[in-house]
T-cell receptor, first 114, second 112 residues
Framework: ETGVTQTPRHLVMGMTNKKSLKCEQH?????MYWYKQSAKKPLELMFV???????ENNSVPSRFSPECPNSSHLFLHLHTLQPEDSALYLC?????????????FGPGTRLTVL | EDQVTQSPEALRLQEGESSSLNCSYT??????LFWYRQDPGKGPEFLFT???AGEEKEKERLKATLTKKESFLHITAPKPEDSATYLC?????????????FGTGTLLAVQP
């Protein structure tokens, strides 16, 4: 158990649906991350939050909308997605943004867009 | 462009057959080389961080080493439970954000 939980674990949605992914960390960390993992591709950083403030948006399409209400919770709101958005979405957290802070990952949400 | 390349893409070993996984990197201002293990259907699990050339770290049957251009993950006498995808990542600290640049991973299968 890494201390980072994600719900749901699996999600199937149509292109016109709106859904949200949830991440919660129980490690007392201050920084949280969203990554996208597609087959045969490296993990791709999407967003970074530190103390609830967004510090990185890696040119992510606006159909992905993150929300970080506090340092323990992170959401990814999804709307009008495309089939190529199907992937494993991983949440991670770290103590802070300093260079020596390891990132700890949740189990991921497997998203399928029909 | 910052890049991390892992080889081989897949590796099949017999139980007890030692081998090494390679991670080569071209990352400006590298701030740590990270190794993770990922089991099917799970998120990556942190294994090691290496910060300077010559550094080595060990955990059970795994030993990670770092040079100025690459890192190796040595697996000694592997067991079937070591089967997983092993990911390496270069740490980049941009002043405001701690980023990890990941490779595509090595899928290791250890057969009994």
């Amino acid at each position: 158990e890494t201390g980072v939980t994600q719900t749901p674990r699996h999600l199937v949605m149509g292109m016109t649906n709106k859904k949200s992914l949830k991440c919660e960390q129980h490690l007392g960390h201050n920084a949280m991350y969203w990554y996208k993992q597609s087959a045969k591709k490296p993990l791709e950083l999407m967003f970074v939050y530190n103390f609830k403030e967004q510090t990185e948006n890696n040119s992510v399409p606006s159909r992905f909308s993150p929300e970080c209400p506090n340092s323990s919770h992170l959401f990814l709101h999804l709307h009008t997605l495309q089939p190529e958005d199907s992937a494993l979405y991983l949440c991670a957290s770290s103590q802070g943004l300093a260079e020596y802070n390891e990132q700890f990952f949740g189990p991921g949400t497997r998203l399928t867009v029909l | 462009e910052d890049q991390v390349t892992q080889s081989p893409e897949a590796l099949r070993l017999q139980e007890g057959e030692s081998s090494s996984l390679n991670c080569s990197y071209t990352v400006s201002g590298l701030r740590g080389l990270f190794w993770y293990r990922q089991d099917p259907g799970k998120g990556p699990e942190f294994l090691f961080t290496l910060y300077s050339a010559g550094e080595e770290k060990e955990k059970e049957r795994l030993k990670a080493t770092l040079t100025k251009k690459e890192s190796f993950l040595h697996i000694t006498a592997p067991k079937p439970e070591d089967s997983a995808t092993y990911l390496c990542a270069g740490g980049v600290y941009g002043g405001a954000t701690n980023k990890l640049i990941f490779g595509t991973g090595t899928l290791l299968a250890v057969q009994p």
